[in-house]
């Protein structure tokens, strides 16, 4: 009996053992349960903040979409004046050449026009040069002139009075002619 009862006492100490040991356990799990509980509570309210957040994010997205319309629609008008503009450009680009082809030419006449203002000029200098002496030739001419017009004069004075002296002779060359046949007459 007392070997039953030892092996009852044996028994209920490894029971006892055990009992405490599942009680030990039991807390824990209680504990494990209330700090998970209150993890869940956490997770919950992240969860809420997380709904709250997404909902703003969901708004931020849709702000953000319409945001990018907007500058797709932007964008295709950029585009489309970029296009636009890229034609004037080209259109500038060939008016620029043939206005850089005609400052060319203008400055290839220019330069004809220098090269000709340049000869003018050399053969301007030779007529000034040509009148300088052609001036100088008329005052000595003119000078020539009054002295030709002064020795006419003088000449036409002695041809007068040359005439006159010849008249004169003449008539007294008649004078002694007609004495002379007078006197031939006589004879």
Known sequence: MELELQKVNA??????????????????SNNNVTELKARLLDVEDIKDRLKDSNNELNERILACERIKMDMEVKLQKAFEKITSSDFEIRHYEVELKSCKDKVDQLQEV??????????????????????????????????????????????????????????????????????????????
């Open 11 to 28: 028994e209920l100490s490894c029971n006892s053992s055990e009992l405490r040991s599942t009680k030990d356990q039991l807390e824990f």
């Open 110 to 187: 220019n330069s004809s026009l220098k090269t000709k203002n340049h000869e003018l000029e050399m053969k301007l200098k030779l007529l000034e040069d040509e009148h300088c002496l052609v001036q100088s030739e008329l005052h000595s001419t003119k000078d020539q002139r009054e002295v030709l017009s002064k020795n006419v004069k003088e000449l036409g004075e002695r041809l007068l009075s040359s005439k006159s002296r010849s008249r004169i002779m003449e008539e007294e060359l008649e004078k002694v002619q007609d004495r002379l046949k007078k006197a031939n007459e006589e004879v």
